[in-house]
């Protein structure tokens, strides 16, 4: 009986903190302040909206016209197209982090990967009602299709935006300051992994060529 109000208030919790992120796209100064200082929201309806995200992304691929999107399956790894979301969300968490941690900034990790993963709830909510747009309307007639898939990313940047203003508690200056870090830092950061990759295949590739040799000589 304990063990099944505790799921009930779990379930409770967490549709709560899902259904706030509507709240925190419509009002994001005091939605963002709230999610993370008045713990309103949660990791669990983050993951959620990053998920949704990716799934919007991958069904548009699937299903949005090809008056709109053309898109060659057979040049398309979806392991890869799904990592080419997240990576750079992981990127820009850990580098914002990273960067403002030592510039006093308020946000811990988890909280600054939450207003991020808050901040991204538009682009589902609008792009499945743009994949059934995009097979109704022409191209001459795909105007609004156009702008609204624009409205979505800025409305969607300008949200994360906000979330650092009020996760840090910087002023607005600082914050696009560090927005912009936040890109050179995982720029660096992408760099470093590719000469580290790069390092390991090369020492793959040397000891395997050794033992090679050394088999041939056996």
């Not at 600054?112 to 001459?140: E, K, W």
């Not at 830092?185 to 060529?209: D, E, N, P, R, W």
Request: hydrophobic share 55%; with cysteine; glycine share 4%.
């Amino acid at each position: 009986m304990l063990a099944s109000l505790k799921s009930k208030e779990t379930y409770s919790h967490y549709f709560k903190t899902l259904k706030y992120a509507l709240y925190v796209i419509t009002h994001p100064f005091d939605g963002f302040w709230d999610l993370t200082h008045e713990k309103r929201g949660s990791m669990a309806a983050a993951n959620t909206i990053v998920i949704l995200t990716v799934i919007a992304r991958l069904a548009s691929l699937q299903f949005t016209s090809f008056l709109f999107q053309a898109v060659y399956w057979e040049n398309i790894n979806i392991f890869l197209y799904i990592a080419s979301i997240v990576f750079p969300l992981a990127l820009f968490c850990v580098g914002n982090w990273g960067l403002t941690t030592l510039f006093d900034g308020k946000g811990r990790l988890g909280q600054i990967y939450m207003g991020v993963s808050y901040a991204l709830t538009p682009y589902p909510l609008i792009q499945f009602p743009l994949i059934i747009l995009s097979n109704i309307v022409t191209r001459d007639e795909g105007a609004f299709y156009d702008v609204l898939a624009s409205f979505t990313l800025i409305w969607c940047a300008l949200l994360i935006i906000c979330a650092m203003l009020e996760i840090h508690e910087f002023s607005m200056a600082k914050t696009l300051f560090f927005m912009v870090a936040s890109l050179f830092a995982m720029a660096v950061m992408v760099f470093i992994l590719l000469l580290f990759f790069s390092m390991i295949s090369q020492g793959v590739a040397y000891f395997v060529s050794i033992v090679q040799e050394i088999m041939y000589r056996m």
